[in-house]
């Protein structure tokens, strides 16, 4: 991290005097890297979603691995030492965060821990199959074996082991807070969290204020549209009906489908190109079943875009909100935003091949534009049934909740009590479902919830009066920026559409 910080304010220095739209996005960039120098030690690594490499690094290096010959025993074997040193690593940040005074709550840590126990779980996923070792000759496939197996019943079990200890350590010792501000210079990290997450220069309380002001708004349409005044009994009896829950993963990806195949008939009229990658359903791999909804896999030449649903406990996941979560995440959502990525040569190659870095500031315009897709798909009355309308209407509610929820826990002084009833009243989730989402913002990723009715309503303001299709062919062709840089070069270009309604503070 030191190195990169280093590295990252010394590229800055040169960046004096450049102008254009990709030496605004590399400079936000290597701003927000010079950032990490405070952020690291605010990330606990052992949370489901900051945990994500490790199942990441499984699926994508050790899981499609060739065997030819000896070498490919050797690199194998290399990389399975790399992994270790990486679990073991997540231990060494830990203690270096406690060091600081930042320490993962007592609350927190039944989740870490079933992340972590799960992850060692998985790791037998590490040993070989035989079938995938068949060219090699018997010594070189008993070397790999023996090899693999002495690491991840010796090293690997260890490291998880010791993980372990320590958070049974912290469920004895560590406070019962939330959010990052608890912590010292949290308040100061945070900030910095939101122009991350959201690309947009606000404050926590503007961004409360927002939220606010949107639940209302959002609130007074499910009444006025739907005529539902009494939500929580209506609530009540969705939630009693059988036919809103899948009996199975096919079904529910047979839901997901059906959704899209009804939606395909207007995209023309809404978009200039549709991307060329399929989008294809999988279901998400049991250890991850602590990510509330899945995620979402560009696609890379030749591959199709995959969303990874959660299929776990499908009996206590009302579907009321599928039609709103897929053209999110499918089309017009993540897929045609990061399928049309994948095939926009005309962009600098800088900003189509996004490493996996956290400190690229796009997440408003990536969580900003599938919300804002799913908002379309309203327009295109793709919500008929009053089911799927009171499922889109709630779950944008929900997104603009967060706004309220993540900066009250964060640095407001919210009680968890206090954001789960929040949550409860504004959404539609399961209360396990509200479980995970507290933890993802008062401890797994502070401040990324931000980025989805934000980057929304940003959008939203953005668009105006102007053409949709022209619009969305706009957003679209200029791929992924930072919201505060979008708007500058759409307000820039011809016929730009009308200043958007930023608070006090924004560079707009």
Partial sequence: MEHDVSAAAAALARLTGF????????????????????????RFPV????????????????????????????????????????????????AGQRKRGIRLPVWAVPEAAATVRGHATASSALVVAPERVAGLAPGQAGRLADGVARVVEGRLAAAYRRLLEDLAADAREAGEGTGVG??????????????????????????????????ERITARIHDELGVTDEPGY??????????????????????QGHIERLLPYLPRYFDRIPAAPFVLRPLDAS?????????????????????????????????????????????????????????????????????????????YLEGWAEYAAGL???IGLYADPVDRYGRLSS????????????????????????????????????????????????????????????HWYLRELRGTRDPRQF????????????????????????PPRKPNIPPGSPL
């Fill in 182 to 215: 608890q912590y010292p210079g949290g308040a100061d990290c945070y900030a910095g969290l939101i122009r991350l997450h959201t690309g947009l220069d606000v404050a926590a309380d503007e961004v409360h204020a927002i939220g606010l002001a949107e639940v």
């Fill in 377 to 379: 798909c309203d327009e």
């Fill in 288 to 364: 991850l079943s602590g990510l509330t909804y899945g995620f979402y896999q560009p696609p890379v030449t030749g591959s199709p875009g995959y969303y990874y649903y959660n299929a776990v406990n499908l009996a206590s996941r009302p579907l009321v909100q599928a039609a709103s979560v897929i053209y999110h995440e499918g089309l017009p959502g993540h897929h045609m935003q990061m399928g049309r990525l994948a095939e926009n040569t005309a962009l600098h190659p800088i900003r189509r091949q996004m490493t996996e870095l956290r400190t690229f500031a796009l997440n408003g």
């Fill in 47 to 94: 949370t489901p979603y900051n945990a994500y490499p490790l199942h990441a690094y499984r699926s994508e290096i050790f899981a499609v691995a060739g065997f030819r010959d000896g070498s490919d025993v050797d690199r194998y074997l290399a990389l399975l030492d790399d992994y270790v040193a990486l679990v073991e690593q997540l231990g060494e940040t830990m």
């Fill in 235 to 256: 609530r009540r009896r969705l939630t009693a009906e059988p036919g809103m829950y899948a009996s199975s993963p096919a079904e529910l990806e047979r839901l997901f």
């Fill in 396 to 455: 944008e509610r929900f997104q603009a909740a967060r706004l309220v929820v993540d900066t009250g826990l964060n640095v407001l002084g919210w009680p968890r009590e206090r954001a789960a009833a929040y949550l409860r009243a504004s959404g539609f989730l399961a209360d396990m479902e509200i479980s995970t989402e507290l933890l993802r913002y008062a401890v797994d990723d502070p401040g990324q919830a931000l980025a989805y009715h934000l980057g």
């Fill in 19 to 42: 102008d254009g739209v990709e030496a605004a996005f590399l400079r936000d960039h290597l701003a927000q890297e010079v950032a990490e120098a405070q952020r690291f030690w605010y």
């Fill in 472 to 495: 969305h062919e706009d957003v679209l062709a200029e791929g992924p920026l930072p919201l505060a840089i979008l708007g500058h070069q759409l307000n820039a270009g011809p016929n």
